[in-house]
């Protein structure tokens, strides 16, 4: 196990350390999941926007919801988005950071994949492809939604989404493909604390989705002082989108309290995808 995969495994939970409600009890309810008559809802013109939210190495899609609760997402932007925090990834294949453990001694602990160097010396994600599978059921069982957002590992994993749908047609991207209309009302991304994958064939994918000139919206968030997932390497990853939005705050990798500047580039890309599918003539809450 590598230095930088300790730190990722260390680094979502500092966010933690803020004091707040005992989180061994602290649990949130399921306000984030699926209401009934999804599709229903997604053709009502006052409908908030629906996003599927993949949680960081090694913690869980519960874990998430908690990190989303302590940031007060709910509160800076309910009144457009309703987030759904699923599913988990893989059962993590290797030791749990004690932050993890210590303010959730009971939770099982999962990760989208175990990076690992093969014969050759390049780095493999095992179990990268069941985590695809994963995240298109919850897709197709789960939606409708209209984006994706990721933590950390799972910012990674989106922009892996991304240009497997721009260069395949497939999955919660696969509208990428078909349709390049900037103002179309295509699939999102959302990244916090995002950067490109470093596997065998995560290159090639990425070239080719480049190459297609996709129109798929993204919004980085991008912490100044991250140490975990540097600037640099968000920024480079944001590179890689056509038109890119980037929200900057000054923390750490965490998922940030949304506030001043980073709270008004936040709600307006979120405000800009909602008027995309409302129908002519309709306000968007401001």
């Not at 993949?54 to 899609?61: A, C, D, G, N």
């Amino acid at each position: 196990r590598t230095n930088s995969q300790s730190r990722m495994a260390r680094g979502p939970f500092t966010c933690l350390r803020t004091p707040t409600t005992p989180l061994a009890r602290l649990r949130v309810r399921s306000r984030y999941r699926v209401a009934t008559a999804a599709v229903v809802e997604m053709m009502d013109p006052v409908r908030k926007l629906r996003v599927l939210c993949l949680h960081s190495f090694r913690t869980s899609s519960s874990i998430l919801e908690v990190q989303m609760e302590i940031a007060g997402w709910e509160a800076s932007l309910g009144d457009l988005v309703e987030f759904t925090c699923e599913p988990d990834g893989n059962p993590a294949s290797g030791d749990i950071p004690k932050e993890v453990t210590m303010f959730f001694p009971d939770d099982q602990y999962f990760e989208w994949w175990n990076a690992m160097k093969d014969e050759d010396c390049k780095t493999e994600y095992v179990g990268i492809e069941k985590s695809f599978g994963k995240v298109e059921k919850s897709w197709e069982t789960r939606g409708p939604f209209d984006g994706v957002l990721g933590f950390s590992q799972g910012a990674t994993l989106t922009t892996l989404l991304a240009a497997r749908g721009a260069v395949e047609g497939w999955g919660p991207f696969g509208d990428a493909k078909r349709e390049n209309e900037v103002d179309a009302a295509l699939t999102f991304a959302v990244c916090v604390s995002g950067m490109l994958a470093r596997n065998r064939s995560a290159a090639d994918l990425y070239a080719a989705a480049e190459t297609s000139k996709s129109k798929t919206p993204t919004l980085h968030l991008i912490g100044d002082a991250d140490r975990v997932m540097p600037p640099g390497l968000s920024e480079r990853a944001a590179s890689h989108f056509e038109n890119a939005k980037i929200a900057r705050h000054a923390r750490g990798h965490v998922i940030p309290k949304l506030e001043g500047e980073t709270l008004h580039m936040v709600r307006a890309f979120f405000q800009a995808e909602l008027a995309k599918r409302k129908t002519p003539g309709e306000n968007v809450s401001l």
